[in-house]
């Protein structure tokens, strides 16, 4: 499975961004697609993931502002940034499972400053 993560950029505090993330195959075909977030110095920590079946799940401080959708027509899992704070700038990924693998995309940075 590739995934190739895009719609990083820079934003002000309050703005909003989306992220995509493509995946190779059918977004249903896989257990889980997910977006991680890293900063220097940090361990990676998930975001947001959304399940084969729709289920989603999100880390506490991006509840009410972020939401992670699919489009399988096109094979994308989506990340809807609402009222980014500059605690959000990180480097994002893309995750798949499928049974015990894992697969990552590359990083897309999101900077949050005025």
């Known amino acids: 499975v590739q995934l190739q993560a895009s719609g990083g950029g820079l934003v002000q505090p309050g703005g909003s961004l989306r992220l995509s993330c493509a995946a190779s195959?059918?977004?249903?075909?896989?257990?889980?697609v997910g977006w991680y977030r890293q900063t220097p110095g940090k361990q990676r920590e998930l975001v947001a993931h959304i399940t084969s079946g729709g289920s989603t799940l999100y880390t506490d401080s991006v509840k009410g502002r972020f939401t992670i959708s699919r489009d399988s027509a096109k094979n994308t899992v989506y990340l809807q940034m609402n009222s980014l704070k500059p605690e959000d700038t990180a480097v994002y990924y893309c995750?798949?499972?499928?049974?015990?693998?894992?697969?990552w995309g590359q990083g897309t940075l999101v900077t949050v400053s005025s």
């Open positions: 995750k798949a499972n499928l049974g015990s693998t894992e697969y």
């Open positions: 195959r059918s977004i249903f075909s896989l257990d889980a």
